[in-house]
C-alpha cells in the first residue's frame, strides 16, 4: 500500500486545483476568450502568491519602453 503512495505524481494536487480554478474562470465570457488569455488568466489564478507579490510599477516601466506594437503582453 505503501509503494502506491510513494508512486502518486506530486503535481496531482496542483492538477486538482487547475481544474476547480478552471470552473471559477469559466464565464459567459469565455467563448469571446482566446485559449492563450484563458491560459494566462488560469495560470494567474493558480499562482496567486505569485501574482500578488509582482511590483507593477516595475511591469509598468518595462511597459512604458516596449516600441508600440510590441506593446501586447501575452499572458
Not at 502518486?8 to 481544474?19: G, K, M, Q, W, Y
Not at 493558480?46 to 512604458?64: G, H, P, R, T
Request: hydrophobic share 45%; with cysteine.
Amino acid at each position: 500500500m505503501l509503494k502506491i503512495f510513494v508512486t502518486i505524481p506530486v503535481t496531482s494536487c496542483s492538477c486538482e486545483r487547475a481544474f476547480s480554478k478552471l470552473s471559477l474562470i469559466k464565464t459567459k465570457l469565455r467563448s469571446t476568450m482566446h485559449q492563450d488569455r484563458l491560459d494566462g488568466l488560469l495560470t494567474m489564478s493558480i499562482e496567486q502568491k505569485l501574482a500578488y507579490n509582482i511590483n507593477i510599477d516595475k511591469v509598468i516601466e518595462q511597459f512604458k519602453i516596449l516600441i508600440p506594437f510590441e506593446r501586447r503582453m501575452v499572458l
